[in-house]
């Protein structure tokens, strides 16, 4: 085959390790959404009475939630990190590197003494611990994203990219299926075990990691000396437009997630509307629901652009916020069910869904990681504190403090789309299919 072919071949259809490089950053994601996700779990359920026992419930959920908040707070600095070394090194160390600070300080978790052992020194080891997860997770997502982004084939980059969108909600079903069962281990081995286990997934994920090769797109920026000195800075001064739109859109899935997940998992338990393992069976079965919606969200954007979805999701969230609570508050847990499958498998899984494609192609490569993760990161901040800014609504308003919140997270989301371009126009779609099908002609002639 000619080097001509080869060229074109691989900036059409990606390279041949466009499915390995999908798959390998997907299980990362799996392995780092389970010790972050399942954090948020043990928050809801134990982290109140084994580290602030001495709160009346409501303030030792507060407490819980701020510790939660306290990793969120941490990611953007690690998406800083991650991305000026992601554009400055490459995208592979990031996530070797990032897969092993996490699965460190999640098995740690499981070894931390509570309030009983140690008093205040158990709390204080929770959110340094907390912290170092929220910088792993924060470095994180770039890379899987990027690298993938930049391996696929260019007619399917929302599809391939949402393979590691996809391992959000695997994650986010394996943390809560592990804690399903331990809920039926004594004391403190209900929380504990889920943290401890994480430690195999953590080298089945290096093992897929370590042979996934390095991005073409990278290596392209540095074989023409276009690898910058500080990404980040170049970023903020000449993108910071985009940067700043990226966080409306992302505040909308994420901040919208810990209302609809995260939020409502402690509501329903302390209200006493639904047993703690009902609550873990119908968010597992969300989570499971989730992993085909959120590719299959993705891969239409493939089909539509990446802009339309989000203007459409957003806008019927402004008023999924009182409905998702009215229907909770029948206490009919069948509908339940409906309520936190809808909540997650259209109002997360669509955004997020959309995002894998829509953010990489709003940045430049050289400063793509840089970009792409602050968007993503900085949001986390306000998603992060979000469980503890509802709890305190919810104590002055009732129900409708929470819901409102929701409805105006999705208001942001619905103008930050609004004022964000398409980056995936119908033009640019049939130009790919043509090339596409170039590509294959040539290949053939070769």
Do not use: C
Request: charged share 10%; hydrophobic share 50%; glycine share 12%.
């Amino acid at each position: 085959m000619s080097e001509a072919a080869i060229t074109m071949r691989g900036v059409v259809n990606g390279t041949p390790q466009r499915k390995r490089v999908a798959v390998g950053s997907g299980v990362g994601a799996v392995i780092e959404t389970y010790d972050f996700i399942g954090f948020g779990t043990a928050a809801a359920l134990y982290f109140g009475t084994a580290f602030f026992p001495g709160s009346d419930p409501i303030t030792g959920t507060l407490l819980s939630f701020a510790t939660l908040g306290a990793g969120f707070a941490a990611r953007p600095i690690g998406g800083i990190i991650g991305g000026h070394l992601g554009d400055r090194v490459g995208r592979k160390p990031v996530l070797v590197a990032s897969l092993i600070l996490m699965g460190l300080a999640t098995f740690a978790i499981g070894l931390l003494p509570t309030y009983a052992m140690v008093g205040i020194v158990a709390p204080i080891l929770l959110v340094l611990v907390r912290i170092v997860q929220g910088l792993a997770f924060g470095a994180e997502w770039g890379g899987a994203i990027l690298m993938t982004y930049e391996h696929a084939p260019w007619r399917f980059k929302g599809g391939f990219t949402g393979i590691v969108q996809a391992g959000f909600p695997v994650g986010l079903l394996l943390a809560n299926l592990v804690f399903l069962v331990s809920v039926h281990l004594p004391g403190d081995w209900a929380w504990r075990v889920p943290f401890l286990a994480s430690i195999i997934l953590v080298i089945v994920g290096l093992i897929i990691r370590a042979k996934v090769p390095e991005s073409p797109v990278f290596e392209d920026v540095k074989a023409e000396g276009k690898v910058l000195r500080a990404p980040i800075i170049e970023v903020i001064k000449t993108d910071w437009g985009n940067i700043l739109r990226g966080i409306g859109l992302r505040v909308a899935e994420t901040a919208g997630y810990a209302i609809s997940i995260t939020y409502l998992i402690s509501y329903l338990n302390t209200n006493r509307i639904t047993e703690s393992w009902q609550t873990l069976t119908a968010l597992s079965l969300a989570a499971g629901i989730g992993i085909f919606a959120t590719w299959g969200w993705a891969r239409l954007t493939d089909k539509i652009g990446r802009r339309p979805l989000y203007l459409i999701v957003t806008a019927l969230g402004v008023f999924w916020g009182f409905l998702m609570f009215l229907g909770v508050n029948t206490a009919v847990y069948p509908m339940v069910i409906i309520v936190i499958v809808l909540s997650y498998a259209v109002f997360q899984n669509a955004l997020a869904g959309a995002q894998g494609a829509w953010f990489p192609e709003l940045f430049n490569a050289n400063t793509r990681t840089s970009g792409a993760s602050l968007a993503y990161q900085i949001s986390a901040m306000v998603s992060g504190f979000t469980p503890f800014i509802t709890t305190l609504l919810f104590g002055a308003f009732g129900w409708v403090g929470p819901a409102a919140l929701f409805s105006l997270y999705a208001l942001i989301g619905l103008v930050s789309a609004v004022v964000t371009p398409e980056t995936w126009t119908k033009a640019q779609r049939e130009y790919a299919k043509e090339a596409s099908a170039e590509a294959r002609e040539l290949e053939r002639a070769n």
